[in-house]
């Protein structure tokens, strides 16, 4: 039986997310989950998706949220995030069925300072659905791993019985991912830090599992966002199988008991990934491979037609020859885009969610 026997294409909401989790829990795979700032990198990752017949998790930063809304929106009070997500929603939720690929909406690391931002999606959100009667996103995301684990476990079940009223999936994180994203830097944050205890594990499923089964947990195993040379960032995901055996223990659970995401995937080993995925990982969040496979489709794009570039009129062929044709932006968009395909095939072969 494949996915599209359990869901139909198109945006995936409520139990239906569950199902896409635990299929690819028991397949041994993850889906690839893209950092999107605007209509152009969400068609390409939907584009991307079809082409290997797999799901794709469709994400917004609180920053590029803010910059789907557009940088002429004042983002005081978490406005322009706050319409951009929602916007972005509602493309994916337009253009994901007709690409043919089964999505999911996701807002991605929401620090303490940021929680109106989610809040206030969560706002429109329930306005969507008492109006629908399905939620408008698929999945939030609470990033408090800088404060204590109690006021982090006890935030996110605040947040998850608020969305367990449209059926909604919370990803949560306990243990620190290092480095940068969207201006919360943890590039200097002891070592020990950076990885998640079975304790840890454990407070987090004794705490939300009587709310909601509707809930992923980013553990830390070394993860950094970016990318950085071989061998200064160790990884250890083996440990997440110890983590899924001492739940089980403990509570009598089948085989893998806890759904784990993995952050800061871009430029992580193959070999790690494979474990991750062994150990009950089922979504990679990915940003900046995708950014820079984007940035370098538009400058091997500006290279290779150089002479056409400099100017709206004159080109090798003449020095009255037009050069729209070049500076189009559809044209290097567009080569933009097939770049950042191309990322995410090798993403999703990684991953091994090829269908």
């Given amino acids: 039986m494949g996915l599209l026997d359990i869901v139909k294409p198109g945006v995936v909401l409520g139990d239906d997310v569950t199902k896409v989790f635990q299929y690819a829990k028991e397949n041994g795979f993850a889906i690839p989950a893209v950092n999107c700032t605007s209509t152009s990198t969400i068609n390409a990752a939907l584009e991307a998706a079809r082409q ?14 803010a910059f789907v809304a557009g940088k002429g929106i004042d983002n005081k009070n978490q406005q ?19 690409y043919g690929v089964i999505a999911m909406v996701h807002t991605d690391h929401c620090a303490k300072k940021l929680l109106p931002w989610v809040s206030g999606c969560l706002d429109e959100g329930e306005k969507f659905y008492k109006e629908h009667g399905y939620p408008l996103f698929s999945s ?16 996110c079940k605040e947040y998850l ?17 290092g480095g940068e994203e969207d201006g ?8 020990d830090r ?60 089948g085989d893998k008991p806890v759904t784990f995401v ?5 430029g992580s080993e193959p070999e790690h990934i494979a474990t991750a995925i062994k150990a009950g990982v089922v979504k990679m969040n990915i940003d900046t491979d995708t950014q820079w496979a984007y940035w370098s489709g538009l400058r091997d794009f500006y290279e290779g037609n150089k002479d056409y570039l400099q100017g709206q009129i004159g080109n090798p062929k003449g020095e009255d020859k037009p ?11 567009r080569e933009s885009e097939l770049a950042m395909i191309a990322r995410l095939v090798t993403a999703y072969e990684n991953l091994n969610c090829v269908g």
């Fill in 262 to 266: 993995f952050h800061g995937g871009s």
């Fill in 161 to 177: 019985t608020r969305m367990a009223k449209m059926n909604m999936t919370l990803e949560m994180e306990i243990g620190i991912t």
């Fill in 140 to 155: 939030h995301m609470l990033d408090l791993s800088e404060e204590s684990h109690e006021e982090n476990v006890e935030t």
């Fill in 80 to 98: 322009a995030s706050i319409l951009g997500a929602v916007s972005g929603a509602h493309h994916v939720h337009r253009m994901a069925a007709a």
């Fill in 194 to 253: 950076l990885y998640s205890t079975k304790e840890d594990i454990q407070l987090v499923y004794e705490t939300l599992t009587p709310v909601s089964d509707k809930f992923n947990i980013a553990a830390a195993f070394g993860n950094v966002h970016g990318v950085y040379k071989p061998g200064n960032v160790k990884l250890r995901p083996e440990i997440l199988a110890g983590f899924q055996d001492h739940i089980k223990e403990l509570k009598g659970t």
């Fill in 323 to 333: 050069n729209k044709s070049y500076y189009d932006p559809r044209k290097w968009v």
């Fill in 52 to 65: 290997v017949n797999s799901p794709i998790i469709i994400q917004f930063s609180n920053g590029g949220a």
């Fill in 184 to 191: 919360v830097d943890n590039s200097n944050v002891s070592s």
